[in-house]
Protein backbone atom coordinates (compact mmCIF):
# COMPACT_ATOMS: atom_id res chain seq x y z
CA UNK A 1 0.00 0.00 0.00
CA UNK A 2 1.59 3.35 -1.10
CA UNK A 3 2.53 5.77 1.67
CA UNK A 4 -0.16 8.38 3.01
CA UNK A 5 1.41 11.51 2.20
CA UNK A 6 -1.54 13.46 3.63
CA UNK A 7 -3.90 14.27 6.53
CA UNK A 8 -7.70 12.08 5.97
CA UNK A 9 -10.67 14.29 7.05
CA UNK A 10 -14.07 12.76 7.56
CA UNK A 11 -16.66 15.89 7.45
CA UNK A 12 -19.96 15.10 9.20
CA UNK A 13 -23.14 17.03 8.37
CA UNK A 14 -20.92 17.99 4.98
CA UNK A 15 -23.53 20.12 3.24
CA UNK A 16 -22.29 21.46 0.16
CA UNK A 17 -18.70 21.17 1.53
CA UNK A 18 -17.28 24.63 3.00
CA UNK A 19 -15.36 23.29 5.81
CA UNK A 20 -13.81 20.44 3.76
CA UNK A 21 -12.77 23.18 1.53
CA UNK A 22 -11.08 25.02 3.93
CA UNK A 23 -9.14 21.73 4.86
CA UNK A 24 -8.67 20.75 1.21
CA UNK A 25 -6.86 24.54 0.30
CA UNK A 26 -4.12 23.54 3.62
CA UNK A 27 -3.31 20.47 2.25
CA UNK A 28 -5.61 17.75 3.56
CA UNK A 29 -7.31 14.71 2.26
CA UNK A 30 -11.01 14.75 1.95
CA UNK A 31 -12.21 11.08 2.47
CA UNK A 32 -15.24 11.51 2.68
CA UNK A 33 -18.59 13.43 3.61
CA UNK A 34 -22.13 12.63 4.96
CA UNK A 35 -25.10 14.38 4.78
CA UNK A 36 -28.89 13.26 4.37
CA UNK A 37 -29.70 15.74 1.51
CA UNK A 38 -29.78 14.70 -1.61
CA UNK A 39 -29.47 18.37 -3.96
CA UNK A 40 -26.18 19.31 -1.47
CA UNK A 41 -24.48 15.79 -1.34
CA UNK A 42 -24.43 16.47 -4.95
CA UNK A 43 -22.67 19.93 -4.80
CA UNK A 44 -20.26 17.71 -2.49
CA UNK A 45 -19.51 15.17 -4.71
CA UNK A 46 -19.02 17.03 -7.59
CA UNK A 47 -16.60 19.64 -5.91
CA UNK A 48 -14.86 16.78 -3.83
CA UNK A 49 -14.50 14.26 -6.76
CA UNK A 50 -12.08 11.79 -5.37
CA UNK A 51 -14.13 12.18 -1.65
CA UNK A 52 -16.71 9.14 -0.79
CA UNK A 53 -19.93 10.91 -0.80
CA UNK A 54 -22.49 9.08 1.65
CA UNK A 55 -25.92 10.20 1.62
CA UNK A 56 -27.45 9.03 5.32
CA UNK A 57 -29.54 10.19 8.03
CA UNK A 58 -27.30 10.46 10.91
CA UNK A 59 -29.91 10.55 13.23
CA UNK A 60 -30.28 6.77 12.49
CA UNK A 61 -26.85 6.27 14.34
CA UNK A 62 -26.34 3.20 12.82
CA UNK A 63 -22.87 2.68 10.82
CA UNK A 64 -22.82 -0.49 10.39
CA UNK A 65 -21.32 -1.09 6.31
CA UNK A 66 -19.77 2.38 6.76
CA UNK A 67 -15.98 -0.01 7.56
CA UNK A 68 -16.44 -1.00 3.79
CA UNK A 69 -16.93 2.62 2.59
CA UNK A 70 -14.86 4.28 5.06
CA UNK A 71 -11.49 1.68 5.37
CA UNK A 72 -8.99 4.38 6.24
CA UNK A 73 -7.69 5.99 9.04
CA UNK A 74 -9.36 8.91 10.24
CA UNK A 75 -7.22 11.72 11.32
CA UNK A 76 -9.44 14.60 11.80
CA UNK A 77 -13.01 14.47 11.68
CA UNK A 78 -15.36 17.93 11.30
CA UNK A 79 -18.64 19.44 11.38
CA UNK A 80 -21.34 19.98 14.09
CA UNK A 81 -24.35 18.70 14.62
CA UNK A 82 -27.37 21.03 13.58
CA UNK A 83 -27.78 23.23 16.19
CA UNK A 84 -31.79 22.41 16.96
CA UNK A 85 -30.26 18.97 17.83
CA UNK A 86 -29.23 20.13 21.80
CA UNK A 87 -31.52 20.53 24.03
CA UNK A 88 -31.17 19.57 28.19
CA UNK A 89 -34.05 18.89 30.28
CA UNK A 90 -32.63 17.66 33.45
CA UNK A 91 -30.73 14.88 31.72
CA UNK A 92 -26.79 15.17 30.41
CA UNK A 93 -26.68 16.31 26.64
CA UNK A 94 -26.14 12.89 25.17
CA UNK A 95 -28.55 11.03 27.37
CA UNK A 96 -31.73 12.93 25.86
CA UNK A 97 -33.21 11.47 23.63
CA UNK A 98 -33.53 14.21 21.75
CA UNK A 99 -30.44 15.49 20.80
CA UNK A 100 -30.12 11.63 18.61
CA UNK A 101 -27.53 13.53 15.99
CA UNK A 102 -25.67 15.20 18.80
CA UNK A 103 -25.14 11.20 20.39
CA UNK A 104 -24.13 9.82 16.71
CA UNK A 105 -21.34 12.48 16.14
CA UNK A 106 -20.14 11.34 19.43
CA UNK A 107 -20.49 7.67 18.77
CA UNK A 108 -18.92 8.04 15.09
CA UNK A 109 -15.63 9.89 16.83
CA UNK A 110 -15.13 6.76 19.13
CA UNK A 111 -15.86 4.53 16.29
CA UNK A 112 -12.90 6.57 14.49
CA UNK A 113 -11.26 7.75 17.36
CA UNK A 114 -9.37 10.62 15.04
CA UNK A 115 -6.39 12.75 16.31
CA UNK A 116 -8.34 15.80 16.38
CA UNK A 117 -12.07 16.88 16.28
CA UNK A 118 -13.42 20.53 15.01
CA UNK A 119 -17.02 21.13 15.63
CA UNK A 120 -18.31 24.63 14.49
CA UNK A 121 -21.35 26.05 15.65
CA UNK A 122 -23.37 29.36 16.37
CA UNK A 123 -22.00 31.30 19.43
CA UNK A 124 -25.40 31.44 21.02
CA UNK A 125 -25.04 27.94 21.62
CA UNK A 126 -22.12 28.82 24.14
CA UNK A 127 -25.21 30.69 26.22
CA UNK A 128 -28.05 28.14 25.87
CA UNK A 129 -29.38 26.30 29.19
CA UNK A 130 -26.90 28.57 31.36
CA UNK A 131 -24.39 27.63 29.26
CA UNK A 132 -24.94 23.77 29.85
CA UNK A 133 -24.19 22.64 26.40
CA UNK A 134 -21.09 23.95 25.34
CA UNK A 135 -19.59 22.94 29.09
CA UNK A 136 -21.48 19.05 27.77
CA UNK A 137 -19.40 19.56 24.79
CA UNK A 138 -16.72 20.04 26.65
CA UNK A 139 -16.51 17.40 29.11
CA UNK A 140 -17.96 14.34 26.52
CA UNK A 141 -15.01 15.24 24.46
CA UNK A 142 -12.50 15.19 27.36
CA UNK A 143 -14.21 11.72 28.48
CA UNK A 144 -12.90 10.29 24.63
CA UNK A 145 -9.75 11.69 26.11
CA UNK A 146 -9.61 14.85 24.08
CA UNK A 147 -7.52 18.29 24.86
CA UNK A 148 -10.39 20.69 24.19
CA UNK A 149 -9.80 24.50 23.72
CA UNK A 150 -13.50 26.96 22.10
CA UNK A 151 -12.54 29.76 20.24
CA UNK A 152 -15.00 32.33 19.31
CA UNK A 153 -14.54 34.43 15.84
CA UNK A 154 -16.04 36.94 13.78
CA UNK A 155 -15.21 36.12 10.09
CA UNK A 156 -14.18 39.86 8.92
CA UNK A 157 -11.39 39.65 11.47
CA UNK A 158 -10.17 37.00 9.09
CA UNK A 159 -10.13 39.13 5.72
CA UNK A 160 -13.50 37.09 4.62
CA UNK A 161 -15.81 39.74 3.84
CA UNK A 162 -18.26 38.90 5.93
CA UNK A 163 -19.12 39.77 10.02
CA UNK A 164 -20.18 36.67 10.80
CA UNK A 165 -20.00 34.90 14.36
CA UNK A 166 -19.11 31.56 14.63
CA UNK A 167 -17.15 28.97 17.97
CA UNK A 168 -15.03 26.50 17.25
CA UNK A 169 -14.60 23.52 19.62
CA UNK A 170 -11.47 21.86 18.72
CA UNK A 171 -10.52 18.58 20.43
CA UNK A 172 -6.92 17.08 20.26
CA UNK A 173 -5.08 13.70 21.43
CA UNK A 174 -1.53 15.38 20.83
CA UNK A 175 0.12 17.00 23.96
CA UNK A 176 0.60 20.12 21.79
CA UNK A 177 -1.53 22.83 21.96
CA UNK A 178 -3.97 24.11 19.18
CA UNK A 179 -3.62 27.97 19.30
CA UNK A 180 -6.52 29.72 17.03
CA UNK A 181 -4.86 32.70 15.07
CA UNK A 182 -5.20 36.56 15.58
CA UNK A 183 -7.12 38.12 13.16
CA UNK A 184 -4.87 40.04 10.79
CA UNK A 185 -7.79 42.34 9.02
CA UNK A 186 -9.59 43.82 12.32
CA UNK A 187 -8.60 47.94 11.44
CA UNK A 188 -8.35 47.07 7.67
CA UNK A 189 -11.41 44.60 6.78
CA UNK A 190 -12.31 43.47 2.93
CA UNK A 191 -15.52 44.83 2.15
CA UNK A 192 -18.89 43.63 0.00
CA UNK A 193 -17.84 45.97 -2.90
CA UNK A 194 -13.91 44.31 -2.88
CA UNK A 195 -15.93 40.87 -2.65
CA UNK A 196 -18.40 41.19 -5.85
CA UNK A 197 -17.09 44.52 -7.69
CA UNK A 198 -15.93 42.40 -10.64
CA UNK A 199 -19.14 40.74 -11.06
CA UNK A 200 -21.54 41.96 -13.88
CA UNK A 201 -24.70 44.05 -11.96
CA UNK A 202 -27.35 41.99 -14.07
CA UNK A 203 -29.35 45.23 -13.38
CA UNK A 204 -32.48 44.05 -15.37
CA UNK A 205 -31.47 41.26 -16.84
CA UNK A 206 -31.37 37.83 -15.33
CA UNK A 207 -27.67 36.40 -16.38
CA UNK A 208 -26.23 33.48 -18.22
CA UNK A 209 -25.98 29.74 -16.47
CA UNK A 210 -21.85 29.75 -17.62
CA UNK A 211 -20.72 33.57 -18.41
CA UNK A 212 -17.74 35.24 -19.40
CA UNK A 213 -15.76 37.56 -16.38
CA UNK A 214 -16.68 40.97 -17.88
CA UNK A 215 -13.05 42.41 -16.77
CA UNK A 216 -10.12 41.87 -14.56
CA UNK A 217 -10.40 41.09 -11.17
CA UNK A 218 -9.92 44.60 -9.23
CA UNK A 219 -8.38 43.74 -6.27
CA UNK A 220 -6.61 41.09 -4.30
CA UNK A 221 -9.20 39.06 -2.90
CA UNK A 222 -11.36 39.44 -6.21
CA UNK A 223 -7.96 37.60 -7.84
CA UNK A 224 -7.51 35.07 -5.19
CA UNK A 225 -11.29 33.82 -5.51
CA UNK A 226 -11.22 33.63 -9.67
CA UNK A 227 -7.94 31.10 -9.15
CA UNK A 228 -8.61 28.42 -11.52
CA UNK A 229 -11.83 29.40 -12.71
CA UNK A 230 -12.52 30.00 -16.39
CA UNK A 231 -16.24 30.86 -16.51
CA UNK A 232 -18.78 32.56 -14.06
CA UNK A 233 -21.44 30.53 -12.76
CA UNK A 234 -24.23 30.36 -10.49
CA UNK A 235 -24.32 34.10 -11.12
CA UNK A 236 -28.09 34.73 -12.04
CA UNK A 237 -30.79 37.01 -10.83
CA UNK A 238 -33.53 36.62 -9.02
CA UNK A 239 -36.54 37.81 -10.87
CA UNK A 240 -38.01 40.50 -8.45
CA UNK A 241 -41.89 41.83 -8.71
CA UNK A 242 -41.74 45.41 -9.91
CA UNK A 243 -43.34 46.61 -6.37
CA UNK A 244 -40.52 44.57 -4.35
CA UNK A 245 -37.59 46.69 -6.98
CA UNK A 246 -39.94 50.10 -6.46
CA UNK A 247 -39.04 49.92 -2.62
CA UNK A 248 -35.50 48.91 -2.78
CA UNK A 249 -34.54 51.64 -5.52
CA UNK A 250 -35.13 54.25 -2.46
CA UNK A 251 -32.64 52.17 -0.16
CA UNK A 252 -29.66 53.85 -0.24
CA UNK A 253 -26.08 51.31 0.30
CA UNK A 254 -25.84 50.38 3.34
CA UNK A 255 -29.40 51.39 4.23
CA UNK A 256 -32.60 49.41 5.60
CA UNK A 257 -36.79 50.08 6.15
CA UNK A 258 -35.89 53.19 7.75
CA UNK A 259 -34.54 54.40 5.18
CA UNK A 260 -38.13 54.52 3.52
CA UNK A 261 -41.33 56.65 3.58
CA UNK A 262 -42.99 55.48 7.14
CA UNK A 263 -45.92 53.74 5.23
CA UNK A 264 -43.92 51.24 3.81
CA UNK A 265 -42.00 50.43 6.98
CA UNK A 266 -44.91 47.25 7.79
CA UNK A 267 -44.74 45.92 3.87
CA UNK A 268 -42.56 43.37 5.59
CA UNK A 269 -42.79 42.92 9.39
CA UNK A 270 -38.68 41.05 10.22
CA UNK A 271 -36.27 44.04 11.41
CA UNK A 272 -33.84 43.01 8.92
CA UNK A 273 -36.42 43.59 6.44
CA UNK A 274 -34.96 46.03 3.05
CA UNK A 275 -31.05 46.19 3.94
CA UNK A 276 -28.76 46.27 1.66
CA UNK A 277 -24.92 45.29 2.10
CA UNK A 278 -22.69 48.30 2.71
CA UNK A 279 -20.33 48.69 -0.18
CA UNK A 280 -17.39 50.07 2.03
CA UNK A 281 -17.92 47.32 5.42
CA UNK A 282 -17.91 43.60 5.34
CA UNK A 283 -21.64 41.86 4.37
CA UNK A 284 -23.65 41.26 6.96
CA UNK A 285 -24.19 37.18 7.55
CA UNK A 286 -25.15 35.55 4.91
CA UNK A 287 -28.15 33.33 5.54
CA UNK A 288 -30.13 30.33 3.91
CA UNK A 289 -31.61 32.66 1.73
CA UNK A 290 -34.98 34.48 2.71
CA UNK A 291 -34.96 37.53 0.36
CA UNK A 292 -34.70 40.55 3.10
CA UNK A 293 -30.53 41.37 2.05
CA UNK A 294 -30.08 43.23 -1.00
CA UNK A 295 -27.12 44.24 -3.17
CA UNK A 296 -25.52 47.28 -2.19
CA UNK A 297 -26.16 49.08 -5.65
CA UNK A 298 -28.47 46.11 -8.27
CA UNK A 299 -31.93 46.51 -7.15
CA UNK A 300 -32.01 42.73 -6.27
CA UNK A 301 -31.08 40.36 -3.87
CA UNK A 302 -27.30 38.58 -3.89
CA UNK A 303 -26.97 35.87 -6.60
CA UNK A 304 -25.95 32.40 -5.25
CA UNK A 305 -22.67 33.90 -6.69
CA UNK A 306 -22.43 37.29 -4.78
CA UNK A 307 -23.46 35.22 -1.73
CA UNK A 308 -20.46 32.60 -2.21
CA UNK A 309 -17.89 35.08 -2.60
CA UNK A 310 -18.57 36.70 0.73
CA UNK A 311 -18.38 33.55 1.95
CA UNK A 312 -15.27 33.29 0.44
CA UNK A 313 -16.16 30.15 -1.70
CA UNK A 314 -13.85 30.33 -4.65
CA UNK A 315 -15.61 30.60 -7.95
CA UNK A 316 -14.30 27.52 -9.33
CA UNK A 317 -16.69 25.95 -6.49
CA UNK A 318 -19.60 25.33 -8.06
CA UNK A 319 -23.42 24.90 -6.45
CA UNK A 320 -26.02 22.68 -7.64
CA UNK A 321 -29.59 21.45 -7.10
CA UNK A 322 -32.34 23.95 -7.23
CA UNK A 323 -31.82 27.41 -6.41
CA UNK A 324 -33.42 27.80 -3.27
CA UNK A 325 -31.25 24.80 -2.37
CA UNK A 326 -28.21 26.53 -3.77
CA UNK A 327 -28.71 29.81 -1.29
CA UNK A 328 -29.05 27.10 1.84
CA UNK A 329 -25.53 24.96 1.29
CA UNK A 330 -24.02 28.59 0.64
CA UNK A 331 -25.79 30.38 3.79
CA UNK A 332 -24.99 27.05 6.17
CA UNK A 333 -21.54 26.15 5.24
CA UNK A 334 -18.55 27.13 6.97
CA UNK A 335 -16.66 29.62 4.86
CA UNK A 336 -13.83 28.03 3.34
CA UNK A 337 -11.34 30.66 4.32
CA UNK A 338 -11.55 30.80 8.06
CA UNK A 339 -11.77 26.74 7.81
CA UNK A 340 -7.93 27.33 5.69
CA UNK A 341 -6.71 29.01 8.68
CA UNK A 342 -8.03 26.71 11.23
CA UNK A 343 -6.83 23.36 9.43
CA UNK A 344 -3.17 25.32 9.07
CA UNK A 345 -2.91 25.46 12.54
CA UNK A 346 -3.91 22.11 13.32
CA UNK A 347 -1.17 21.11 11.02
CA UNK A 348 1.08 22.08 13.18
CA UNK A 349 -0.06 20.30 16.32
CA UNK A 350 -1.08 16.86 14.62
CA UNK A 351 0.81 14.61 12.39
CA UNK A 352 0.77 11.72 9.78
C1 LIG B 1 -24.91 23.72 8.69
S1 LIG B 1 -25.05 22.58 7.39
C2 LIG B 1 -23.40 22.05 7.20
C3 LIG B 1 -22.55 22.94 6.37
C4 LIG B 1 -21.18 22.41 6.08
N1 LIG B 1 -20.42 22.20 7.30
C5 LIG B 1 -20.39 23.34 5.14
O1 LIG B 1 -19.40 23.92 5.58
O2 LIG B 1 -20.77 23.46 3.97
C6 LIG B 1 -25.79 21.20 8.19
C7 LIG B 1 -26.03 20.00 7.27
O3 LIG B 1 -26.56 18.94 8.08
C8 LIG B 1 -27.37 18.17 7.25
N2 LIG B 1 -28.25 17.34 8.11
C9 LIG B 1 -29.28 17.76 8.88
N3 LIG B 1 -29.84 16.73 9.52
C10 LIG B 1 -29.15 15.61 9.15
C11 LIG B 1 -29.26 14.24 9.46
N4 LIG B 1 -30.21 13.79 10.28
N5 LIG B 1 -28.38 13.37 8.92
C12 LIG B 1 -27.42 13.81 8.06
N6 LIG B 1 -27.27 15.11 7.72
C13 LIG B 1 -28.13 16.00 8.25
C14 LIG B 1 -28.12 19.18 6.38
O4 LIG B 1 -28.57 18.60 5.17
C15 LIG B 1 -27.04 20.25 6.17
O5 LIG B 1 -26.41 20.09 4.91
Not at 75 to 85: A, F, H, L, S
Amino acid sequence: MAKKTRLNVLDLFCGAGGFSEGFRQSGYNILSGIDNDKNTLDTFARNFPKAVAIQKDLSEDNFSGMDKIINEQIDVIIGGPPCQGFSVAGKRLKDDPRNILYKAYLNLIKHFNPKAVVIENVPTILGLYGGEIGRQIVEDLEQLKYKVKVHKVITSDYGIPQTRRRVFFVGLHSKKDFCFPEGRYIKSPVTSAMAISDLPLLNGFLGELQQEYPSKPKNEYQASMRKKSRYLWNHQAVEHKQRTIDIVKMVPDGGNYKDLPEHLWATRKVNIAWTRMNSEKPCFTIDAGHNHHFHYKANRVPTVRECARIQSFPDRFIFYGNRTSQYRQVGNAVPPMIAKILATSLKKVISL
